[in-house]
């Protein structure tokens, strides 16, 4: 079972990302979080239909569309801007959406559930955004379960580690459950 991962953010020390390596620790045995399209996300240009038209997709969107069509699941840590998506990580779903036409053999019926460490509100404003995206885009959204890690400031270290054993736990249960949830209904790939 692979599931690729997704999020944290820009900052060196992100939370997000904290957490991503954390479910990937807790993660059940046969189940792998791949991170290996976090380097590209952030490194992609704005989205430009322009730029596609004079050069073509960029690599990393190409790499990035690659992961995302081999996934058994994806999981995202989505931060909270304004109570909304990080342009950072919506920018980097747009040019995997591209071509139009790519949009079933990409996302289409991709089980996706979406965590989130932030402020008050623990990222749910983010989370109940990245719906509408999921839906177009023709995933499976997993509702079975959230997470909204609230006050995270406290529930961190300055390391940016985990602390809290009742989020550990959560967690824990989440990503097992989601695990559980990709392998009893797996992806049907567009042809």
């Known amino acids: 079972m692979r ?71 994806l999981l995202i840590a989505t931060p909270e801007y304004n109570w909304g998506i990080p342009g950072f990580l919506k920018n980097a779903i747009d040019w995997a959406s591209r071509p139009a036409s790519d949009i079933g053999h990409v996302f289409g019926d991709l089980p996706v559930a979406v965590i989130g460490a932030g402020g008050g509100s623990g990222t749910r404003n983010a989370q109940m955004a990245w719906v509408s995206v999921f839906r177009y885009l023709r995933m499976r959204p997993w509702f079975d379960q959230w997470l909204f890690v609230d006050n995270s400031g406290e529930r961190f270290d300055k390391d940016s580690r985990l602390i809290d054993e009742a989020i550990r736990e959560q967690l824990r249960t989440m990503v097992t459950a989601f695990a559980t949830y990709c392998a009893r209904l797996p992806r049907t790939r567009a042809n």
Do not use: M, W
């Open 3 to 73: 599931i690729l991962a997704l999020g944290g953010s820009l900052r060196e020390r992100s939370r997000n990302r904290a957490l991503l390596d954390e479910a990937a620790a807790l993660a059940p045995p046969g189940t792998e979080l791949d991170f290996s399209p976090l380097a590209v996300i952030g490194s992609l240009p704005l989205f430009n239909q322009d730029v596609i038209e004079r050069d073509g997709l960029p690599p990393q969107a190409l790499e990035l569309k690659d992961a995302l069509r081999a996934a058994d699941g």
